[in-house]
């Protein structure tokens, strides 16, 4: 196998930022009723800014941009970011270049806590969200994970993925299961459990970014201080013990981690697969195995990547829209059939 296109790390870190930014402002711009980009720099600074500039633009442009567009998009990069950093990460678990996030059923378990509270009432929890039931219900799923991935009282990174998968599918099952059986889903309510099991940034609202965003930048920034014992992981067991990690804490505290992120995500845009599998293959490609390089690039690339895709899902069959994990699956499925195909001679 050839070695990798190796890019500067600067050059490639400030490229993906410029190409992020200039993505967010087209994708705000773009839609059913265009915004001229300069307008929506303009409108963006007159409410990080109030006062700075005198409005010349309609009430709709400015609801247009800032209510709908805005927050839509920002979750998009927030999202984006959460699956290329989980990805990286859990093919550093496994040390598995075909290890993502979504095989390990958190989609599903967020997807399953939103159909019990829409089916049973949120009353019958407690009066919890939607979005705090999928949260939990990811996370659960990701806690059902880590216990049939134990043997002897160990983590099984092969383990891991076939539990992930077994998960997946019987959480599918009670899904399909429960909207099939429920009559107390209503149109409007059954379009919104297919949101959740497709994905989508339809619902996003300014007071849906704050928890996840505060997650990711944490748990990423975090990450990105463990760079060298990630880095580690890859080298095999023997050397993490022989650098004096305790593995199994090490891995434990990884999937914990990961867990947060994804589940944090998942709750508020449901399920969207392959992000977390192509982008840091993409980006180990272009850098190197490094994860000190390969986290920052990954949660940028993830970041404008997902931008990408939704503006491709809300605009290449409008005025429909579709789901942007039908988008991420028409581009990952190809993906994931050639990394199948050279994962025999790929190495990290």
Excluded: C
């Amino acid at each position: 196998m050839s070695k990798p296109f190796l890019v500067p790390f600067r050059v490639g870190l400030i490229g993906v930022a410029i190409a992020t930014v200039l993505a967010i402002g087209v994708a705000v711009s773009v839609g059913a009723v265009a915004v001229p980009l300069p307008q929506v720099g303009q409108i963006i600074v007159a409410h990080v800014f109030p006062g700075l500039i005198t409005p010349t633009w309609t009430p709709a442009a400015d609801q247009i941009v800032w209510v709908f567009r805005l927050p839509r998009v920002l979750l998009a990069t927030i999202v984006g970011a959460a699956l290329a950093v989980s990805g990286t990460t859990l093919q550093a678990v496994v040390r598995n270049p075909l290890a993502d996030p979504f095989l390990f059923g958190v989609s599903y378990g967020a997807t399953v806590g939103a159909v019990l509270t829409l089916t049973a009432g949120a009353g019958a929890f407690g009066g919890i969200s939607l979005t705090v039931a999928a949260f939990l219900g990811a996370l659960i799923a990701m806690g059902l994970v880590y216990l049939l991935a134990q043997q002897r009282g160990r983590l099984v990174p092969l383990r891991l993925i076939l539990a992930g998968v077994a998960l997946s599918y019987t959480l599918s099952a009670i899904t399909s299961y429960l909207v099939l059986q429920s009559s107390r889903l209503a149109n409007n309510q059954v379009g919104l459990v297919l949101s959740w099991l497709a994905g989508s940034f339809g619902r996003a609202r300014w007071e849906h970014l704050g928890l996840p965003a505060f997650i990711v930048i944490v748990l990423t920034g975090y990450l990105m201080v463990r760079s060298r014992q990630l880095n580690a992981l890859l080298m095999g067991d023997d050397t993490v013990i022989g650098l004096g990690i305790n593995l199994e804490q090490f891995r434990l505290q990884l999937f914990v981690i990961t867990s947060l992120i994804v589940g944090a995500v998942v709750a508020v845009s449901g399920a969207i697969g392959f992000v977390g599998l192509m982008v840091p293959h993409i980006v180990r490609l272009g850098v190197g195995s490094d994860h000190r390089r390969i986290l920052p690039l990954a949660a940028l690339g993830g970041a404008l990547f997902m931008v990408i895709v939704d503006l491709i899902g809300r605009t290449i069959v409008a005025p429909e829209e579709l789901p942007v994990g039908i988008v991420t699956a028409a581009a990952g499925g190809p993906f994931f059939l050639w990394l199948l195909r050279s994962s025999g001679e790929m190495k990290f």
